[in-house]
C-alpha cells in the first residue's frame, strides 16, 4: 500500500543570477513500512526534501501526496495538525527544548495537539530507548545519545505514519550510532511506520529496503536492497 507519493517536486530558493534549484522535479513512491534512505553529496537537496515531505518547507512546485491527501492543498493550521500527527522528524542536533526535562520533551507534541498524555505509551516509550531514571533530567544533563533518544521518543509518541530522520547519527560514536539505528528499525518493524533516513553513513544505507540517490536536486538512483 502507497503511503507517500511526491510528483515533480521542485523548490527554488533565490531569483535571476542567485537562483538555486534545491530540488529539480524529484518524483518518486513509498510503500507502507518501507525503510528508506537517502543519500548524496552535501548541498544535494537531500534535507531540503525530507523538510518537504515534512510539512516543514513549501515547494515551489509539485506535489506530495500522505496516504492519498495533497499536504500542500491544507491551510497553514491544517498543516500543523499534519506535523503533529502524521510524521515524526528526528533532526542530527537534537532540537530539544532546553527548559524541558527527557518526559516533557518527549510529550512536547501531544500537548502541542491539545490531547491528553497516555502515560503507559510513555512508559513504554521511556523503557525501548532506555532512559528509565533519566526522565526528570533537562537535556544539558544527558549525553548525545541520551538526548537523540528523547528526540526519537518524541517524534514516536504520536505513533506517526512515517518516521522522517535526517543525519540522526550524524553527532554520534559507532555504538550510540548503531543503538539508534537498531531503536529506529525496531519502530519501523514492530510498528510498521515508514522510516525515511538521510545518511552519509553507507553503513547505515545498507541496512534499508532502498536506497534513493540524490545530487544536485535530482534522483540519480533509485535501489532496491531487500524485499
Not at 510528483?7 to 528508506?36: H, M, P, T, W
Not at 500543523?80 to 527544548?97: D, K, T, W
Not at 555504538?175 to 511506520?193: H, R
Not at 522510516?195 to 541496512?207: F, G, P, S, Y
Request: proline content about 3%.
Amino acid at each position: 500500500m502507497e503511503i507517500l507519493k511526491v510528483e515533480n517536486l521542485c523548490k527554488i530558493y533565490g531569483k535571476g543570477e542567485n537562483e538555486v534549484r534545491a530540488l529539480d522535479n524529484v518524483s518518486f513512491s513509498v510503500q507502507k513500512g518501507e525503510f528508506i534512505a537517502i543519500i548524496g553529496p552535501s548541498g544535494s537537496g537531500k534535507s531540503t526534501l525530507l523538510h518537504i515531505l515534512g510539512g516543514v518547507d513549501k515547494p515551489t512546485s509539485g506535489k506530495v501526496y500522505m496516504d492519498g491527501n495533497d499536504v500542500y492543498a491544507q491551510n497553514d493550521e491544517q498543516l500543523a495538525v499534519f506535523r503533529r500527527r502524521q510524521v515524526g522528524l528526528i533532526y542530527q542536533f537534537y532540537n530539544l527544548i532546553p527548559v524541558l526535562n527527557v518526559t516533557e520533551n518527549i510529550t512536547l507534541p501531544v500537548l502541542m495537539d491539545g490531547q491528553k498524555v497516555n502515560n503507559e505509551r510513555v512508559k513504554e516509550l521511556i523503557t525501548t530507548l532506555k532512559l528509565e531514571g533519566r526522565e526528570n533530567h533537562l537535556p544539558n544533563q544527558l549525553s548525545g545519545g541520551q538526548q537523540q533518544r528523547v528526540s526519537i521518543g518524541r517524534a514516536l509518541m504520536n505513533a506517526p505514519a512515517v518516521l522522517l530522520a535526517d543525519e540522526p547519527t550524524g553527532n554520534l560514536d559507532s555504538k550510540n550510532s548503531q543503538e539508534i539505528m537498531e531503536m529506529l528499525k525496531t519502530s519501523n518493524q514492530k510498528y510498521n511506520q515508514t522510516l525515511i533516513v538521510i545518511t552519509h553513513d553507507e553503513n547505515i544505507a545498507l541496512q534499508a529496503d532502498r536506497i534513493i540517490s540524490i545530487e544536485d536536486g535530482r534522483i540519480t538512483g533509485d535501489e532496491v536492497i531487500r524485499k
